[in-house]
């Protein structure tokens, strides 16, 4: 896997120790949010309204 497959497309700092980052993988388009504060973290795929992943072409 390529060091390069990812390309952040939004950060935005939601607290002190809080931020929230849209991802694209590059390959695929998909978009995903990931979201840590302090030393915890979670990251999901973006859903449109029917359920079906976000891709940026």
Known sequence: MSKDRF???ER???SFVTDAV???DKETG???L???RGYGGGLTPLLDSEG???ITK
Do not use: H, R, S, W
């Open 52 to 54: 079906k992943p976000i």
């Open 12 to 14: 935005e700092g939601l």
């Open 34 to 36: 990931y979201v840590c």
């Open 22 to 24: 849209v991802i694209v």
């Open 7 to 9: 390309d952040i497309k």
């Open 30 to 32: 998909v978009n995903y």
